[in-house]
């Protein structure tokens, strides 16, 4: 099976060329196939979140996940209908509502938080405005408007990283090969060998010494 190259790679020059993990959907069963080629249909229409939440929700999830222009990965979609569904991970923190009630919490907290810094709504901020905002809440310790920030932080990302990766889009982005039932995988070691139908990765770096510089930038400050 194959696609259109524009469905493979939406957002540009992709980092795996010629890699489409939709060419591995012979492998897969019925069941799996339905599943994941459902996620490349159009998405499911907002039942959970509010016109007024929608607007707040979808530059929050742009921002988490530094998608700024079409097409965009539907997370927004994938999460109302999780949240809709009341699909959580089966746990709660003491201190944190239910998944349900805390992202509609935090978002009129975002909102309410905007309004006393810019005098202006969420969604009527620019990026950056929304990107200083969602930095004053990853750098507090403690209580962020009535909501453990950290724990917030990491409900926020734990929800958005979820639908994003679920996506063959992001698949392809990191050369995954989808779904290994029933195919499996051959090679289980170590080394830097591929599977006969992987690519070899363009513009390859290591994160790690950006990553060691922002920390550092942050103790300074601290």
Not at 61 to 73: C, N, W
Request: one cysteine or more.
């Amino acid at each position: 099976m194959s696609v259109d190259p524009d469905l493979a790679h939406p957002a540009g020059r992709p980092r795996y060329p010629g890699y489409n993990v939709l060419d591995q959907a012979r492998h897969w069963d019925d069941v799996t196939k339905g599943v994941v080629l459902g996620r490349l249909g159009p998405p499911p229409p907002i039942r959970f979140f509010s016109p007024d939440e929608e607007a707040i929700v979808r530059p929050l999830v742009d921002r988490l996940l530094g998608m700024d222009e079409e097409p965009r990965v539907p997370v927004v979609e994938m999460l109302d209908a999780q949240l809709t569904e009341r699909i959580g991970p089966g746990y709660r923190h003491d201190d944190m509502p239910d998944d349900w009630d805390a992202w509609k919490k935090s978002l009129k907290a975002l909102d309410d938080e905007s309004r006393h810094v810019y005098a202006a709504g969420f969604a009527d901020l620019t990026p950056g405005q929304q990107r200083d905002i969602l930095q004053k809440v990853q750098d507090t310790d403690g209580d962020w408007r009535g909501l453990p920030a950290a724990k917030l932080w990491t409900l926020w990302m734990r929800s958005v990283c979820q639908h994003f990766y679920a996506h063959p889009w992001a698949w392809n982005e990191i050369g995954f090969g989808g779904p290994a039932y029933p195919r499996g995988y051959k090679d289980h070691t170590l080394k830097s060998s591929r599977e006969p139908w992987e690519v070899a990765e363009v513009d390859a770096f290591d994160p790690e010494p950006w990553a060691q510089r922002v920390e550092k930038a942050k103790r300074r400050q601290q």
